[in-house]
């Protein structure tokens, strides 16, 4: 993946749904499938599954579609998911909690390496495998275990302190939770979460019927 | 808000931004604010609130700056945070405890109603001062408490019969966490969070700088 080709950032977004997607369809053993069966296994229409993937190179066959393996090991190299990412979580309050036991990434290849709380009752606890190490410890267990990732799920008055600190211990990318803007470096990786979005979306599209 | 003014999706998405934002303004004593301070606060351009505002109205005085209290109250009605839309959470592992005791959603009017599980141990227990229902009554509790939206938790493998049963019940709104696609009729809004997607495209930018 030397070549540097721009992708759209939907395109991107889309990639993890037919990584997963494929990955189900390989488990029922289905070793060949079209761009209409997968698309309509994802819900986006043949032409945008065709376009998505021409963007990287040709991984189907005309009047036979792509192969399944194939665009699987394909997939995951353009996302990067045959590297291991080591990811620690910090704060494991129910949502740290729920992201280090969510399956769908260590199958996609994230390794949880890592988590830190400040709470005396967490630390020392087992969660996911990784025993939880006090916050004081961020810097020197993120250089020791080379982390990569930072999830960021503690309050939102502590969320930049804590950016600060996983960027200065050699995280490239940050994901936060918390409900406040962070400043990061540019040459880090920021993706921010927030989960008020998704139901404020719902309540203007309900608000918007209820009044027609 | 009878006139169906056409506004973009990506408008529609910043606005909880915009309110969260204002309130914290607010909460500090503030209350008129430029478009430029604003926007330092939120992380966009001055020129990006002054456009997202102007689809839905005038909310400010040129040369003095946006109302803080207008503003907000103004905001909430367009999203419809107004209207303390009845929410049920169906799935109360450590995801679905997370989002009940996520503060921002009281905050922003979302008034969480019931909550649902299968497993013995979680049924009548209290999570965020609502009892565990056993998923069995989800029809009836539905009706008889008006829930709008349904957010799902359970495993991939049961969202798409929770969703048609929290459709047939008269949810509205579809907020689904499973990782998986469901559908719902098109009268029905449907939101899917896929927490894949975001550490994917961390993976692949930095998949990218590591090859550069």
Chains 1, 2 share one sequence.
């Not at 709380?117 to 993120?142: F, M, N």
Request: hydrophobic fraction near 40%; proline fraction near 3%.
């Amino acid at each position: 993946m030397k070549d540097q080709i721009v992708i759209s950032k939907a395109t991107i977004d889309r990639l993890p749904l037919y990584f997963r997607t494929l990955r189900q369809i390989q488990q029922e053993g289905v070793e060949i499938i079209s761009s209409e069966e997968l698309g309509r296994r994802i819900g986006v229409t043949p032409e945008q599954i065709r376009k998505d993937l021409a963007s990287f190179g040709e991984f189907g066959k005309k009047g036979v579609g792509y192969f399944v393996r194939e665009l699987i090991r394909n997939i995951g190299e353009i996302l990067g998911l045959h590297r291991n990412w080591n990811v620690a979580i910090i704060g494991v309050g129910h949502l740290g909690w729920a992201l280090a036991n969510y399956r769908n990434f260590s199958s996609l290849g994230f390794n949880l390496a890592a988590v830190f709380d400040v709470d005396p009752a967490r630390v020392g606890q087992i969660v996911s495998g990784v025993e939880v190490t006090h916050l004081d410890y961020l810097e020197k267990i993120c250089k020791e275990r080379n982390i990569h990732i930072g999830i960021i799920t503690v309050p939102a008055q502590f969320a930049q302190d804590i950016a600060n600190r996983l960027v200065a211990s050699g995280a490239r990318g940050i994901w936060n939770f918390a409900p406040i803007k962070i400043n990061v470096p540019p040459e880090v990786r920021l993706v921010s979460e927030d989960l008020s979005v998704g139901l404020s979306s719902i309540s203007y599209y309900l608000s918007r019927q209820a009044d027609q």
